[in-house]
């Protein structure tokens, strides 16, 4: 039975309990999260850090390196071309025949220069083993200067050493070629090369028409009426006309006399001869320009007789080499561009 003076506990009695904060629940929740990926932040961005610091130091050192190597490698072609050079100077004593190229445009700088030819040429005479000097001949011309210079030097060592000098032309022996070949005991020629054009050439341009037509005008202030000379922007009168021509053929009968002087009396002179034409070899040989046919073979063979053929032409050392491989061709050709900028030519 039940009392009816019992109380039944209802469950709302005194204050009700307090509901939830759910806003408070998620912040705790998120600086929980903030404090837990807190470390492992740190971390990976230490790792990213220790990981590029160590990608930079490997990648220093492959660069340390190969410029090591580099240095290494260029030592070792140095002292491997000395060597070589050493080892072909003792090879030198038995009798050969030495051969020196003039192959190229004869200038100042080139490989033909006469910087270069005249250092082969002097090593080859010096020799004790070389019984004769051949110039291998392959030209256009080039500078009178270079030319007359080797001119001399190959007179003058004939002279000292008594030693022969003969000139093999292969496919061109023109202007400033001849000039040089002129000085040789001997001329050489294939049947078919290029051999001649002695004369002399000055070549420029003029732009004044072409000024007028665009409306530029050219200011050039000089000190010295001449100073101007040979300007391709300025009119060009018949005073400095008429001087660079007595010029040109003041050079062209030092020419003459050089050609007249190594040929003497095998050279059979015609309107022709010094008028600047070129002639095939066979035509060479009859007019006297040449002596007969042949080649390097033959003349070492034949003539020389001396089979064993050594080179004594001058050569772009490894550093130079290295310097043109990195654009200082570029440069040097630049300065010889301007150097040559309407000089006479033997061409």
């Known amino acids: 039975m039940t009392d009816p003076n019992r109380t039944e506990p209802t469950g709302f009695e005194g204050n009700p309990p307090a509901a939830p904060d759910l806003w408070a629940q998620q912040a705790t929740k998120n600086e929980a999260s903030k404090a837990a990926a807190a470390p492992g932040w740190e971390r990976e961005t230490l790792e990213k850090l220790v990981l590029g610091t160590l990608a ?22 140095v002292i491997w071309a000395a060597l070589s050079r050493e080892m072909t100077a003792t090879s ?26 005249v250092a082969a040429m002097r090593s080859a005479f010096e020799d004790a083993g070389s019984q004769a000097v051949v110039l291998l ?25 008594n030693k022969p000098v003969y000139a093999v032309v292969e496919e061109t022996c023109a202007s400033a070629a001849y000039y040089i070949a002129a000085a040789a005991d001997g001329i050489f020629v294939d049947k078919a090369s290029i051999v001649g054009s002695i004369g002399v050439l000055m070549d420029g341009f003029g732009f004044t028409g072409t000024m007028e037509k665009l409306g530029v005008e050219r200011r050039l202030l000089t000190a010295g009426e001449n100073k101007g000379f040979l300007d391709p922007f300025s009119p060009q009168t018949e005073t400095q006309r008429a001087y660079a021509q ?13 050609v007249k002087q190594g040929r003497g009396d095998r050279l059979k002179v015609t309107p022709e001869t010094f008028s600047g034409l070129f002639w095939t070899g066979q035509q060479a040989v009859e007019m006297g320009l040449a002596d007969q046919l042949g080649n390097l073979d033959y003349v070492a063979r034949e003539v020389v007789k001396a089979e064993d053929v050594i080179d004594y032409t001058r050569r772009d050392n490894v550093a130079e080499r290295l310097a043109k491989k990195f654009g200082a061709a570029v440069g040097m050709g630049a300065v010889k561009g301007l150097a040559a900028l309407q000089l006479p030519q033997l061409r």
């Open 92 to 117: 030198k004593s038995t009798p050969h025949t030495a051969v020196v190229d003039v192959k190229g445009e004869i200038a100042a700088g080139a490989e033909a220069s006469a910087e270069f030819v």
């Open 246 to 258: 007595a010029m040109l053929d003041q050079i062209h009968q030092q020419f003459i006399g050089v």
């Open 56 to 77: 930079e130091q490997r990648a220093a050192r492959r660069w340390r390196n190969f410029w090591r190597l580099a240095w290494v490698l260029l030592a070792g072609a």
């Open 137 to 161: 001949i392959n030209s256009p011309g080039g500078s009178p200067v270079q030319a007359g210079i080797i001119n001399d030097e190959i007179v003058r060592l004939k002279a000292k050493y």
